[in-house]
């Protein structure tokens, strides 16, 4: 624990530099995974606000609700409580830590509701509110070895429960969602039973990236789309493979395949701290528009993944940002066929000080289905 602490208090105080370079004197942090990266600690969203208070000097303050203090209370004296009872108002406790500290400027985590900022700045009109992006951005996309740690031991569950589905699992004359309940099922098995996500599209389905998974019999010759994560312990795995039902549906598919599995190893190949997002959504476009597809990509190549399933950095067109070793990213593109099919293939990849390690490791080759 005392080892955990000192993860949250490293946190904390890199927070501070950044905020010191940003002019700021406060960090708002609403309920949110900011709340976890900085505490430990999950916490919803609700009508009873919960929230962390970083000041430029001294010690954070956790503001919380008198019937959920007992759920706090193991974070200890790195925290100062504002318990506040069911009659109050909470931002009156805010109000009154702001004033208390001194801060003038003051920002805000984009996941807090709308209606305590508005409140907090009907009380507090004279002071600077701004989105603590700039700070929470550059923290939460350079993850720390803990983090790290995490992340690549929810992708080797995940890659373990895609191992043992496609062994066992049945598709041809199955609907989506029965094939979806066995894969999530296989996540469970192996240690993810938070199913952040799971997209089955079959056939033509799949040529809308972000299908919902439905009633569609899975036929043979079929192209699968299975787009798939899960959570532990706060951090996502995001994997895509496009197997096929019994046999590949003509020559086309093993062409556009072929073309995604290297563009997805040419992204993967970009991938090292220094080199601009775009660059790496680049290097896979350019293998795919080369060969002609370049329509049928439709979307970036690739995201941050970490106490979310998409955030910062996005590896999209219009990005200079650098890779910076300690981000991890999915390496996904894809080629999708209106009315016909879509081919996907995604892993995670670390940046580390020398280039890429993918995360993943089960085969990007043509999987056939029974
Ligand atoms: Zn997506
Ligand atoms: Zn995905
Ligand atoms: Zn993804």
Known sequence: MAEQNNVYQTRIQRARDLMRDEGLDMLFIGPSSDFRYFTGHPVKQSERLTALLIPYDGTPTVVVPQLEAPLVAHLGDDFEYEIWTETENPIDRVVERVRRSGSEAIAINDQIWAGFVIQLQHELPNRSYARGVNV????????????????????????????????????????????????????????????????????????????????????????????????????????????????????NFTTAYDIVLEAQQAAFEKIAPGVPCQDVDRAARKVITDHGYGDYFIHRVGHGIGMTGHEDPYLVEGNAEPLQAGMVVSDEPGIYMPGKWGIRIEDSVAVTASGGERYNHVSREITILE
């Open 136 to 251: 929470l951005k550059q923290l939460r996309s350079v993850k720390d070895q803990f983090e790290l740690d995490l992340l690549k031991e929810a992708s080797r569950r995940t890659d373990n429960a895609w191992e043992s589905f496609i062994k066992s699992v049945k598709v041809i004359g199955r609907t989506e969602e029965e094939v979806a309940e066995d894969l999530k099922g296989a996540l469970a098995d192996h240690g993810m039973p938070d199913v952040a996500f799971c997209i089955v599209a079959s056939g033509p389905n799949g040529s809308s990236p972000h299908h919902h998974t439905a009633d569609r019999r899975i036929q043979a010759g079929d192209p699968i789309v299975m787009d798939f994560g899960g959570i532990h312990e706060g951090y996502f795995s995001d994997v895509t493979r496009t197997p096929v039902a019994g046999h590949v549906p003509d020559d």
